[in-house]
């Protein structure tokens, strides 16, 4: 337990540690290169002191990195965010426990009714800030650069294909030297948001042949599970001959292999850029500035360069109705979040958004009165 | 030295009453039983008591006497209040949950909990991979802590006992995240070969046939029996170790004095005298096994397939399902279905109490 806590301490110490350092050289970079992206939002700082928020814990350390904008912005100025899953997030937003809530899903209509009453009747608005690219990460000495089809995907996650060399996936693998080896499928054995959007990717993208349905819980049959991110990389890890679906971060920091997508229009590496245009090309389902992503169509998009493979979470704030002291702070602190919080996300595992985007919830933001 | 013999032969005068009491159960009770008996003014006082206390009708009270009592009773009462509240929150919370469930929750080994609308969970999986785990650490925990109960208590030097005494209940405050870590990291990958072993020569006995999850994976019921066994370990050494303490002197020196051997000795004079407590200990023990939660979590591959019945099973245990599924209780019928789960652990867990209970109490009769 202890040690656990050390580790997080330091970790924790070492991501500030970076963090102020990464602050130091943004602040300069406007300044000189005379682009205003980073500094030129202005965050008018005010109001409460310290800001509540709670909910999905995929955006924790996104939230740490906006905290840390933020608090580099405005002196003096905090957030608490407490990462207790969606549910409890929704949960507390609505009985006006925190001031702003986190989750991996819009809100259900009933929810939204009830969120509004807690806006004294004004609409709640869910914003798309943070984004965490999802790989499909692979363990197969002698085989880079995999790439793979949402049907393939789906036929793999739900033990249609069996073997690597299946000639479906050579089909998509035209020089690679695919072994006859059984495929080991790792999933996550606790229910987690990357289960669900994963299962929510390969039910719209690969049509008919996921028809498992989706949920936290993985549906698939097949493979391994394992608890936790960690858990599922560091099996694929030590798996020869196996595949999971994991946070980027992940994949990277085990040094998997991760497969391109091509979702009809060539494959597609996941990089910042490739998830950013997948973004970018985004419809919003909400209305006006409530920015709700369609995920079928995000998922199902086979627009070229663009990797859709990515997990959208939300902060859900009050259009309007919160007190005045609250409002100001909420802006303050969301301005910098889509702003120059943004810039650092790569580095804790998030997609940085692309800059029309930003610009949407920069306006979206200014609405909050 | 002659002290202690002569504490040790006024304990043996009180020889039935106190040893019928000793091995009821706990080590807390043997060792209260062991600090009121050599205390020989105790003794006459409550004889007096009885013979002249009642016809006077009014004893003596002091103060302490009412205080004590008091708090006493309060903390017995207290134990059984908390446990009455808990097995009646979890009923409360797992009826609407088991109300709306869609299939047999003891006959079914479905977990979709996912859709509150359609909740569909059994706990027969669950039910199999707890139990099987369980028990196979018990089986493998067990000879191992008589042998360093005994060890402990008659073969260690008696300057070495004491501090191997404490690195065995060192092993018990070692966290159990760092015994899971341990499982699936180093223990589970050195396993494989044998359990590759296992299933290729023994392969025909189901227990050792392939299971539900990948052998080289080593998320499956043995490595984690394995690393259960050791957790438990010091649990079962600790207290038969306090037991096979109090075996009299007396008998074991008339067992030497009768030409016995070491062996013999420890056959004819510890055991026996020890056994309720011994098997008082390895409940204490399962318990222990059926409840660990976090290990578990970390060691044991999840599957969407029934189990086989077999060592090389994976899945979950109740505790750690419900560890895995408790970042996402969303709504209160999901929980509710966790909870009827925790309710099987609770039941489960009090049987075993009760049958140890019952084994230690008829061990008791006969002896």
């Known amino acids: 337990m202890n040690i656990k806590r050390h580790g997080a301490a330091l970790g924790l110490a070492a991501a500030g540690a970076l963090l102020l350092s990464a602050c130091g050289s943004d602040n300069n970079a406007p300044a000189s290169g005379g682009n205003s992206a980073a500094n030129g939002v202005n965050v008018d700082c005010g109001g409460k002191k310290q800001l509540t928020g709670e909910g999905s814990s995929a955006q924790t350390n996104a939230i740490q990195e906006f905290v840390a904008a933020y608090a580099a912005k405005c002196q003096g100025f905090d957030v608490a965010y407490n990462p207790t899953g969606s549910g409890n997030g929704i949960k507390q937003f609505t009985s006006k426990q925190v001031d702003f809530g986190g989750t991996d899903s819009p809100l259900k209509d009933d929810e939204v009714a009830k969120a509004a009453e807690r806006c004294q009747g004004n609409p709640v608005w869910h914003l798309p800030l943070v984004f965490g690219p999802v790989a499909v990460a692979y363990n197969l000495p002698g085989v880079d650069g995999l790439v793979l089809n949402p049907e393939t995907t789906a036929k793999i996650f739900n033990g249609q294909i069996k073997k690597w060399n299946d000639p479906a996936i050579k089909a998509l693998n035209g020089g690679a030297n695919l072994p006859d080896k059984d495929i080991v499928v790792f999933f996550r054995s606790d229910?987690?948001?990357?289960?669900?959007?994963?299962?929510?990717?390969?039910?719209?993208?690969?049509?008919?042949?996921?028809?498992?349905?989706?949920?936290?819980?993985?549906?698939?049959?097949?493979?391994?599970?394992?608890?936790?991110?960690?858990?599922?990389?560091?099996?694929?890890?030590?798996?020869?001959?196996?595949?999971?679906?994991?946070?980027?971060?992940?994949?990277?920091?085990?040094?998997?292999?991760?497969?391109?997508i091509d979702s009809g229009a060539g494959p597609v590496e996941l990089t910042d850029a490739s998830a950013g245009r997948a973004i970018a090309s985004a419809k919003i389902k909400g209305q006006g500035n409530d920015m709700v992503i369609d995920l079928d169509a995000l998922y199902s998009s086979k627009e070229a360069g663009a990797y859709p493979l990515v997990l959208v979470t939300y902060e859900l704030v009050c259009s309007k109705g919160y007190d005045a002291d609250t409002t100001k702070a909420v802006k303050a602190f969301l301005t910098t979040a889509a702003g120059p919080g943004q810039d650092n996300l790569t580095k804790v595992g998030y997609v940085p958004l692309p800059k029309e985007f930003r610009t949407?919830?920069?306006?979206?933001v200014k609405a909050i009165a | 030295m002659s002290d202690s013999t002569l504490a040790d032969r006024s304990a043996s005068a009180k020889e039935t009453p106190g040893r019928a009491r000793a091995p009821h159960g706990a080590p807390g009770s043997s060792r209260g039983g062991a600090a009121s008996s050599p205390d020989t003014p105790e003794g006459p006082i409550s004889t007096a008591n009885t013979a002249q206390g009642e016809p006077a009708s009014t004893p003596v009270r002091r103060p302490g006497d009412r205080v004590f009592r008091g708090t006493a009773v309060g903390a017995g009462a207290f134990i059984v209040v908390l446990i009455a509240a808990i097995g009646l929150f979890l009923l409360l919370q797992a009826v609407p949950a088991l109300r709306a469930n869609q299939v047999g929750f003891l006959t079914s080994g479905v977990w979709n909990t996912t859709d509150p609308n359609s909740l569909q969970f059994g706990i027969l999986h669950l039910l199999w991979v707890t139990v099987a785990t369980s028990v196979l650490a018990l089986a493998l925990a067990m000879p191992v802590s008589l042998g360093i109960a005994l060890f402990l208590t008659h073969y260690a030097p008696r300057r070495l006992a004491r501090p191997f005494a404490y690195v065995v209940d060192l092993l018990a405050a070692v966290p159990s995240i760092i015994f899971g870590l341990w499982g699936i990291k180093v223990l589970g990958p050195t396993l494989v070969p044998v359990a590759e072993w296992l299933n290729r020569n023994l392969g025909f006995v189901p227990l050792f046939a392939q299971g539900n999850v990948s052998i080289s994976g080593a998320g499956n019921v043995l490595t984690a029996g394995v690393v259960l066994a050791v957790m438990i370990l010091p649990v079962i050494t600790a207290v038969s170790r306090e037991v096979f303490e109090r075996t009299p002197k007396e008998h074991i020196e008339g067992a030497l004095a009768l030409g016995a051997t070491k062996w013999e000795m420890v056959r004819t004079t510890v055991i026996p005298f020890g056994k309720a407590g011994y098997v008082s200990a390895s409940m204490l023990g399962l318990g222990r096994a059926l409840g660990e939660t976090v290990a578990l979590y970390l060691i044991l591959s999840g599957t969407g397939a029934a189990p086989k019945l077999s060592f090389f099973d994976g899945g979950a245990t109740i505790a750690s399902k419900i560890a895995?599924?408790?970042?996402?209780?969303?709504?209160?019928?999901?929980?509710?279905?966790?909870?009827?789960?925790?309710?099987?652990?609770?039941?489960?867990?009090?049987?075993?109490?009760?049958?140890?209970?019952?084994?230690?109490?008829?061990?008791?009769?006969?002896?």
């Open chain 1, 191 to 260: 229910e987690s948001g990357t289960t669900d959007n994963f299962q929510k990717y390969l039910q719209a993208s690969a049509k008919g042949v996921w028809t498992q349905g989706g949920g936290k819980q993985f549906k698939g049959g097949v493979g391994e599970g394992k608890a936790k991110s960690q858990g599922v990389s560091d099996g694929v890890k030590a798996t020869e001959g196996s595949i999971t679906y994991v946070e980027s971060s992940f994949a990277k920091s085990a040094k998997l292999g991760v497969a391109k």
């Open chain 1, 360 to 364: 949407k919830l920069e306006d979206a």
């Open chain 2, 324 to 367: 895995l599924g408790a970042g996402e209780f969303n709504n209160e019928l999901t929980a509710g279905a966790y909870i009827a789960a925790g309710l099987v652990l609770f039941a489960l867990t009090f049987a075993v109490n009760a049958l140890a209970r019952a084994i230690v109490a008829r061990k008791k009769v006969s002896a």
